[in-house]
């Protein structure tokens, strides 16, 4: 892909009306030291110190962080936040995206905001803290956001669903009635990115890693998957939820596969220590909104391994990539034998 395709394709993107609907969290990080040698006159425990506390939106919050990154100008979002701190923290973070949230529902007592709780020390992540991960949402409560979704799908370009928790808003049911609604708007590009409930989806785009896409089939050794193995299987899970399948297989790369036809998009050579949390929904977020704009499937997916080979390179933080940032890599990517190589990435 030459770079100034980069830029039309981003020219392309700022006009669209993107929904997200799915399950919405809180990153919190904070640097934590231990050993203070400071002991608490009530419990007589050492006291543990915490620093620079940061949040930043998480699960489909992030892919709309991406989005909004990638300069999409109208994204709306329909899910369930708690009335707690964390909530308001959440609703704060959205806000100052610009993001409309007419479509977020905030349940009673007994729902937690989700939340991944991360402590950082000497910049190693220890044992998270979360909150909300295994929440139940009521049939009204999902109703309610269905009806607001309902609402507003005609002025979409683009739908993005997000499944990352093994209860809170979507389940297999609630899935088969989202494919109600959605088959009804055809002129709406959707791509979900589903942890558990995938099998339910139809006629949509659906993005796995190879981890994911073997479980789904129940089948074993995906490790050592090749290029023939991604697609063949991919055309397999294609044919079962009758809509194409966007694989992310880490180093080497991404495919998109049809019942018919698999593109293959290779990844980014890089260099140094990584860190892929959060890749997948930069990935999603480029994927989604490149095809929204009606870009080719191949450039879509050039433009996805190199949103992602941005996210890679930051570290304990859930980040994002800009249109400046996308072109800065691309400008000094390496090329052998007139061909991107890979070393690594999406395996989120």
């Known amino acids: 892909m030459e770079l100034p395709e980069f830029e039309l394709i981003f020219e392309k993107i700022a006009p669209l009306r993107v929904g997200v609907i799915g399950d919405f969290a809180v990153d919190f990080y904070f640097d934590l030291i231990k050993n203070t040698g400071e002991i608490s006159l009530e419990t007589g425990q050492e006291v543990w110190w915490g620093s620079r506390p940061r949040t930043s939106l998480g699960a489909a919050g992030n892919v709309v962080q991406n989005l909004a990154a990638l300069g999409v100008g109208f994204i709306k979002v329909f899910g369930a936040v708690g009335r707690d701190v964390y909530g308001r923290e959440m609703l704060d973070l959205l806000q100052k995206l610009d993001v409309d949230t007419a479509g977020i529902s905030m349940p009673g007592e007994g729902w937690d905001t989700c939340v991944y709780t ?33 609402s507003q799908m005609a002025d979409l370009d683009v739908l993005i669903i997000n499944q990352q928790f093994p209860a809170p808003l979507l389940t297999g049911g609630r899935v088969v009635l989202l494919n109600k609604l959605i088959v009804k708007y055809p002129s709406v590009f959707v791509l979900a990115d589903m942890r558990t409930f995938g099998l339910a989806l139809r006629g949509v785009t659906l993005k796995v890693n190879t981890e994911e896409l073997a479980r789904l089939l129940q089948l074993e050794g995906y ?110 990517t ?13 395996q989120n």
């Open 334 to 346: 390496l090329f052998v034998n007139s061909e991107l190589f890979t070393q690594s990435l999406i």
């Open 118 to 150: 991360k402590p950082l020390q000497k910049n190693v992540e220890l044992n998270r803290l979360d909150f909300g991960t295994h929440n139940c949402l009521s049939d009204e409560n999902f109703e309610e956001i269905l009806m607001s979704l309902e």
């Open 223 to 332: 490790e050592n998957w090749n290029a023939e193995e991604c697609s063949r299987y991919g055309r397999q899970l294609a044919q079962i939820i009758d809509g194409p399948v966007l694989i992310t297989h880490g180093e080497h790369g991404m495919y998109h596969v049809s019942e018919k036809v698999t593109q293959h998009s290779e990844a980014l050579r890089l260099e140094g220590e990584l860190d892929t949390v959060g890749a997948g929904d930069t990935a999603v977020a480029a994927f989604a909104a490149s095809a929204g704009a009606k870009v080719s499937i191949e450039d879509a997916l050039k433009l996805a391994n190199f949103a992602a080979a941005v996210t890679v390179q930051k570290k304990n933080q859930t980040g994002t990539a800009t249109p400046e940032e996308v072109v800065r890599i691309g400008q000094s």
